[in-house]
């Protein structure tokens, strides 16, 4: 049966697609180069000492361009704010972006005990939305009331039929890089949709637990979202030209393009952390020598927030002796204190500036 945008495309094919539609020079030119930025990048992981200071602040970037592709807007200041503060309420739009980055968090935490498998892909779901619920049993489409563009499988046994499919695919070592096949199943977890909303975020989380369960990376820091914002109208036309016409090959240089550009920007951005942490250290042993310790300045860089029961919780100081040393640091401009209720966060402020770029 052809594809019809209003009927639930029950006969989206099964994965790997054919050979014939992907295997072009197109795509293998910027697979080589994907893949070599992607080398680039993991080898210079390592310079960062606590991988922390990466994921955490990265997660938190990813969560906010992943969600603003669904219009949930706040801003990275917010956000930082709210991963910090344990007293204060967030609105509810940063609330959502803080669950996609606890979504993502956890997710990666348990594909590394259990692998990618359904319960995963429902818990990621679920914690995105912050429901109970898992592959639906209702129908959905996508685009409006007055013109449907696309209406994914339905219901629950073809969703899990499909999703078995996936993850057979997913899993199978069948010799295609793992970049082409991360394109391919993201392409396929959204024609699926198995979801009632969430299915874009949670795709989106499972691009990078999917480069890390390969090894293309060891640590979840590539983040494709800001691209696909960037360029978000492509990201849906391209979706629809695979659905509608088998047009995989734009599709995948779409995707490795992604890649490709995120991963070069993700290492000028380790590279500019690096660079801004050795001339902090530096800063605080001259200007600072009495308060100067290794673990001090490396907790200004977990996350772009700092307060006193961080210096305290990890044996830096004493609760004392850390408002004094904070306070220190922000006479020498490094920190800047922000009062929120009685609680009083420090801001990096030059690790915020590179952040917010
Ligand atoms: N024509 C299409 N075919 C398949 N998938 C599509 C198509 N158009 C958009 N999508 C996917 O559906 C997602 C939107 O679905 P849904 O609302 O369930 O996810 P979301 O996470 O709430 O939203 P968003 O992805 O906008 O953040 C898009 O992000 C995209 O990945
Ligand atoms: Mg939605």
Wanted: charged share 25%.
């Amino acid at each position: 049966m052809a594809f019809k945008s209003a009927q639930p495309y029950n006969d989206l094919p099964s994965l790997p697609p054919e050979k014939e539609a992907w295997e072009t020079l197109p795509v293998y030119k910027i697979l080589a180069e994907a893949r070599a930025a992607m080398a680039e990048l993991k080898g210079r992981m390592p310079i960062i000492p606590n991988p922390l200071m990466l994921i955490n602040t990265l997660v938190l970037q990813e969560a906010k361009e992943s969600s603003s592709i669904e219009n949930i807007f706040t801003s990275s200041d917010k956000l930082y704010k709210a991963f910090a503060s344990t007293t204060t309420e967030a609105d509810p739009q940063t609330k959502e972006v803080l669950r996609y980055r606890t979504a993502l968090y956890d997710a990666w935490q348990e594909q590394q005990e259990s692998g990618i498998n359904l319960s995963l892909l429902e818990n990621i779901y679920r914690k995105i939305k912050d429901k109970e619920d898992g592959v639906r049993d209702t129908p959905v489409y996508i685009g409006n009331r007055f013109q449907v563009v696309y209406t994914p499988p339905c219901c629950h046994d073809v969703l899990t039929e499909k999703l078995n499919n996936w993850l057979h695919f997913s899993k199978t070592n069948d010799g295609i890089d793992p970049l082409i096949k991360m394109a391919i199943l993201h392409y396929q977890f959204e024609a699926i949709h198995p979801f009632t909303d969430g299915n874009g975020r949670t795709g989106r989380v499972l691009n990078i637990l999917y480069l890390t369960q390969t090894g293309i990376i060891d640590q979840p820091i590539l983040y494709l979202s800001q691209y696909i914002n960037a360029f978000k109208s492509d990201y849906y036309r391209l979706l629809r030209g695979v659905t509608e016409n088998g047009e995989w090959e734009a599709w995948l240089v779409y995707m490795l393009t992604a890649v490709e550009a995120t991963a070069i920007e993700t290492l000028n951005l380790i590279n500019q952390i690096y660079d801004l942490l050795q001339s902090t250290i530096e800063k605080v042993k001259i200007e600072a020598a009495d308060i100067y310790s290794r673990e001090l300045v490396d907790l200004l860089f977990v996350q772009p927030y700092c307060k006193i029961s961080f210096l305290v919780d990890s044996g830096v100081a004493s609760r004392n002796t850390a408002s004094k040393y904070l306070n220190r640091l922000v006479e020498l401009d490094i920190l800047a204190l922000e009062k929120i209720g009685n609680e009083s966060l420090y801001l990096n402020k030059q690790l915020y500036k590179l952040l917010s770029k």
